[in-house]
């Protein structure tokens, strides 16, 4: 079985400091990796993702994501949070082993925070 | 390209009731997802379809759910009856491939 686990609820940080939102995750096989953003009443907003290469995905909004397969985490960054960047986070995964296992599985999800 | 839409946005009901919701995916894309999002459980699969085909349905939550998918542009949910537990946001998404999966706006139930 796979799972994802975003062990912070909520994350805060100042409007200009760098932001990190942190993810783990366990598959059988390789990971397919994901994050999510969700704003108020809307639904998720695709950011990145990791498929395979450099270990470094870059996406939209100036995030990025850090793929460590020894510490079996992927974890959000942005070098200058905006207040704007405000929202509710999502890690996904995926098993690329098929079988049916098709579907992303979700973390609960980090609340963003950014103070001006 | 108009996204994933789904309809209604917001649905309310009484217990009971025959609720159904409604996705229509991006066009071309060959694989639909229904996810539930609660403030207790999270986000989580239901069932999905690829190529029109129910793939995995394990995680609809009892008899009282069905999907079906007849065509490429269009798929429905529906619970019947409905129960106040199942007062969920229900999500959409499609997805080309193995790519990511784009979601809709989602619709908000009220079981009353």
């Known amino acids: 079985a796979q799972s994802v686990a975003q062990p912070e609820d909520q994350v805060n940080v100042a409007e200009g400091n760098p932001l990190t939102v942190k993810c783990t995750y366990s598959?059988?096989?390789?990971?397919?990796l994901f994050w999510y953003v969700q704003y108020p009443n809307r639904g998720l907003q695709f950011l990145l993702k990791?498929?395979?290469?450099?270990?470094l995905v870059k996406g939209s909004y100036g995030f990025e994501a850090e793929f460590n397969k020894s510490q079996t985490s992927f974890h959000l960054k942005k070098p200058s949070a905006l207040v704007s960047d405000s929202a509710l986070y999502f890690c996904?995964?995926?098993?690329?082993?098929?079988?049916?296992?098709?579907?992303?599985?979700f973390g609960k999800g980090t609340h963003l925070i950014i103070q001006p | 390209d108009a996204g994933v839409i789904q309809s209604p946005r917001h649905e309310v009901t009484e217990m009971g009731q025959e609720v159904t919701l409604r996705c229509k995916p991006i066009?071309?894309?060959?694989?639909l997802f229904w996810y539930r999002q609660t403030m207790m459980r999270g986000l989580e699969l239901l069932i999905y379809?690829?190529?029109?085909?129910?793939?995995?349905d394990s995680g609809m939550p009892e008899d009282r759910f069905s999907a079906k998918m007849p065509n490429a542009s269009f798929s429905t949910l529906k619970i019947q009856p409905s129960e106040p537990r199942d007062s969920a946001v229900y999500f959409c998404?499609?997805?080309?491939?193995?790519?990511?999966?784009?979601f809709g706006p989602g619709t908000r139930l009220t079981v009353t």
């Open positions: 379809f690829n190529n029109n085909v129910p793939i995995d």
């Open positions: 990791y498929i395979t290469g450099d270990n």
């Open positions: 998404a499609s997805r080309y491939g193995q790519h990511e999966q784009y």
């Open positions: 066009s071309g894309h060959n694989s």
């Open positions: 598959v059988s096989g390789n990971p397919y």
């Open positions: 996904a995964v995926r098993d690329d082993s098929g079988g049916g296992a098709d579907g992303l599985t």
